[in-house]
């Protein structure tokens, strides 16, 4: 369809810059090249940090891991050992204290558990008086063995294994292995309060609980032990 004659009109108005307008372009486009080196640079050196970052966690990763794996490889349970400490959620294990400390607090935070769920049911017992005797006996238990699971972290937490005498560093240790010993003690306590008892719910439950609890324990006074041998000094990760 024919509109008709294109007059000068018609066409939209040339482009007018003015002087200040080209010196601001050309500003814009000079300070543009010379900031792109900077910029690449500057991206350069975030990527070399996040593969140097990357690079060190994954280490760390690898290493916990591999002292969690040698040291596990003789404990009581070594796949529960094994299971439990490589999903600890801590501070980075990198010696054989790091690793005592993780299982004693695996240990403990086990053995809290069960002491609430054991005061739930204690509470809601009928009138079996065998079952809710066993209940009252296995409730302090558990409780002392988070007393003492608490006490041996604590001696955990302030050996000197540099800078100390032999002597002083005896002392911790059996300190510390004597109170994870009797916490295994009272977990084993409390499930035989229940033998002898026909098999049911609240048995059942309980045997599951503590049965748990005393396997961590059992494992965490196998890396207590393994600390007393080594003197507790801190390991290569990698041995």
């Known amino acids: 369809m024919f509109y008709g004659p294109t007059t000068l009109n018609s ?4 482009l007018s810059f003015s002087f200040a307008h080209i010196t601001l372009i050309w500003s814009l486009t000079l300070t543009r090249e010379i900031m792109a080196p900077t910029q690449n640079l500057f991206l350069v050196a975030i990527a070399f940090a996040v593969i140097f970052t990357a690079s060190t966690v994954h280490g760390r990763h690898n290493g916990a891991e591999d002292i969690v794996h040698s040291s596990c490889e003789h404990a009581s349970y070594p796949s529960l050992c094994v299971r439990t400490l490589s999903s ?6 990198t010696n054989r204290r790091d690793l005592a400390q993780a299982a004693i607090k695996i240990s403990l935070s086990h053995a809290q558990s069960a002491a609430k769920k054991l005061a739930v049911v204690r509470d809601s017992v009928g009138k079996k008086k065998q079952e809710k005797a066993a209940l009252v006996d296995c409730v302090e238990m558990i409780g002392d ?6 006490r041996t972290l604590g001696v955990l937490k302030h050996l000197r294994v540099s800078g100390g ?3 002083e560093f005896r002392w911790q240790m059996s300190n510390a292995q004597t109170w994870a010993s009797a916490a295994l003690t009272d977990d084993d306590t409390c499930l035989d309060g229940f033998q002898g008892m026909d098999d049911g719910e609240i048995k059942t439950e309980v045997k599951q609980w503590m049965t748990k609890v005393a396997r961590v324990t059992s494992n965490a006074l196998y890396m207590v032990n393994q600390l007393d041998e080594t003197r507790g000094k801190p390991h290569d990760v990698h041995l």
Do not use: C, N, W
Request: hydrophobic share 20%.
């Open 88 to 93: 600890y959620s801590g501070p980075t294990i």
């Open 145 to 150: 063995s988070v007393d003492e699971l608490s």
């Open 165 to 167: 005498s032999a002597k």
């Open 11 to 14: 066409y939209p108005p040339p």
